[in-house]
Structures are given as structure tokens and as C-alpha cells.
């Protein structure tokens, strides 16, 4: 299923929420996976420099079943912005793409730049950087968390095209 939206019209029609409920992104995060519009239910994990949880995640299935079929879901990492080891690289994001994950967005970095293009899931982080992190089984899954400044909940949705990326606490456009 390919995701009908605008974060631009998404935006327009929410620009005046004052509730919270809808939330932008700053635009700090770049592209780095084959799709570049994604959207999806939101899997939140907290992890610094270390991915196991990242693989783990990836590895299994990412999606749910709707009434409208099944649905990509979109893994948010709060890397704490570390711009010191990479959280996701060729293998990982070949097995988000395999097991049907719309997205992954990483505040930290990626790496294999090159493998990523070409994989068919949307990918952004902060930056690239080719050493990869270490593997302490350390982190936190399904807890709200903070990226950029902004509030990110488990079940949250993730809008992702060329403009930007939003959330909100709800779907806004039916799966």
C-alpha cells in the first residue's frame, strides 16, 4: 500500500493545534533510505551507541494487521544524537526492508550509505558515520521519548515525505 499524504497539507490543516496532538520535526534529518514517503504506527526505542535493540527490532516483523490489510510500522530511535558510532547500516536496514517496516528514523547516525539507497524502506538519521557501535544489549523499547526537542509516544503516527516529517497522536489519513 503506498501512503496517499503531504506532510504540507498534513501541516495546513493542523497548523493552529495547540493540544499537542500534532507535532513537527526539525529539519535536521536526512534521507538516506529508497522510499521517500513513508508513514506508519510508531515503535519507539531509547539506545546510546549500542543497536542490539535496533537488530532485534528489525529482525522481526514490522507489521500489524489492519482492517484495511497489513501495515508497515516505523521504528523512531532516540540515539541521543550521537554523532559517534552508526545505529543502522546495510544489514539492518535490508531487514527492515524484508520484514516490512515502512521506516526507520534515527536520531544518530547510519552507515553503507550506498546499500541503504537502494533498499525499499524509508531511512533518515542525522548523519553518516562508518564505525559501528558496540553490542552491550543496553536500551529501552516502547517508552516515550524525545527527539530534536519533540515528544514521540509508542502507537504515535509518522508521516515522512521530501517536505518533512510530522506526528500525531492519531491517524490522519486511514490505513
Not at 537502494?118 to 562508518?130: E, F, K, Q, T, Y
Not at 543496553?138 to 517508552?143: C, I
Request: charged share 25%; with cysteine.
Amino acid at each position: 500500500m503506498s501512503p496517499l499524504f503531504a506532510t504540507c497539507d498534513l501541516c495546513d490543516s493542523h497548523k493552529n493545534d495547540s493540544s499537542g496532538a500534532f507535532r513537527v520535526l526539525p529539519p535536521v534529518f536526512r534521507d538516506y533510505g529508497g522510499v521517500r514517503q513513508f508513514c506508519g504506527p510508531v515503535v519507539t526505542l531509547k539506545c546510546h551507541e549500542d543497536n542490539s535493540l535496533v537488530k532485534a527490532l528489525l529482525d522481526s516483523d514490522g507489521r500489524i494487521d489492519t482492517a484495511a490489510g497489513k501495515l508497515g510500522r516505523v521504528l523512531v530511535v532516540d540515539g541521543g544524537a550521537s554523532l559517534r558510532r552508526a545505529l543502522l547500516g546495510g544489514n539492518l536496514g535490508a531487514a527492515a526492508a524484508r520484514n516490512g517496516w515502512a521506516g526507520v528514523v534515527i536520531d544518530g547516525c547510519v552507515r553503507d550509505v550506498a546499500e541503504l539507497a537502494l533498499l525499499h524502506v524509508g531511512i533518515r538519521a542525522l548523519a553518516s558515520m562508518p564505525l559501528p557501535t558496540e553490542k552491550r544489549n543496553e536500551g529501552q523499547r516502547d517508552l516515550a521519548i524525545e527527539l530534536q526537542g519533540v515528544r514521540v509516544r509508542p502507537g504515535d503516527w509518522l508521516y515522512a515525505d521530501e517536505d518533512g516529517t510530522v506526528l500525531s497522536d492519531c491517524c490522519l489519513t486511514g490505513p
